[in-house]
């Protein structure tokens, strides 16, 4: 998939691959399909099988320079990749393909120490935390399972090691966080993306989308998913 990807003033142009290196996950997120598929086979990729696809298709796409900037992203669609028991093995070999590596977690695996020895082993690995509250009494409410102290304490490591980005879901319970989140990511110099539930689950009611709009509107937060309202 090409992807074009506007930062600030400057678009920047890149081939994305998508990768679910696993199904196993600590939360329960109710709209995750690993959640509502009670018979879902939980499975890791296997490194051969990764390494395979890499040569296959990857190489190929390197030597006919259709882009500069070909990114892998480990998605955490339906489970989270810091479970793989091979993750610092997947991340090696998506480097030696690969301009960048995303990672996306929901934070609340490992320890700063690892996270902080994760990031100094892989030089083109950046994390991407999903985390939905400011506190765990609201994080919880649908990051279900996760250790939001955690959580933070890890994406603020891993803020002072690399560029990092806070991807934050607006619900209606979490609606009125939103301009504190804001200023926590920029105090900490954390990218932050701000988009809502696609799916029918806690989904945002219309009043406070129009409401969420002004916000980022007034904050001049670019980096941002909505597509319930025209932004």
Not at 127 to 152: P, Q, W
Request: aromatic share 12%.
């Amino acid at each position: 998939m090409e992807v074009v990807h506007v930062d600030g003033y400057k678009a920047q142009r890149f081939i994305l691959f998508n990768f679910e290196i696993t199904s196993y996950c600590n939360a329960k997120c109710p709209s995750c399909f690993r959640t509502i598929d009670k018979n879902l086979k939980l499975k890791h990729l296997s490194i051969d099988d990764f390494d395979n696809f890499l040569w296959e298709n990857v190489k190929y796409l390197k030597n006919i320079r259709l882009s500069d900037n070909i990114v892998a992203k480990f998605c955490g669609e339906l489970g989270d990749p810091l479970l793989h028991p091979k993750i610092d093995q997947l991340v090696i070999s998506a480097s030696n393909f690969f301009d960048r590596v995303e990672l996306y977690t929901n934070g609340g695996l490992k320890t700063p120490e690892w996270i902080n020895s994760f990031l100094q082993k892989n030089k083109k690995l950046f994390l991407v935390f999903a985390i939905d509250g400011l506190t765990h009494e609201t994080n919880k409410l649908y990051r279900i399972g996760v250790n939001t102290s955690l959580a933070f304490a890890n994406m603020f490591k891993s803020a002072k090691q690399r560029v990092t980005k806070w991807d934050f879901t607006v619900f209606d319970h979490n609606f009125q966080e939103v301009e504190q989140v804001i200023a926590l990511a920029r105090e900490k110099n954390i990218k932050l993306q701000v988009r809502i539930n696609e799916r029918d689950c806690l989904k945002i009611t219309e009043k406070n989308l129009i409401k969420l709009k002004n916000i980022l509107n007034k904050y001049d937060v670019k980096d941002h998913q909505c597509n319930y309202v025209n932004l």
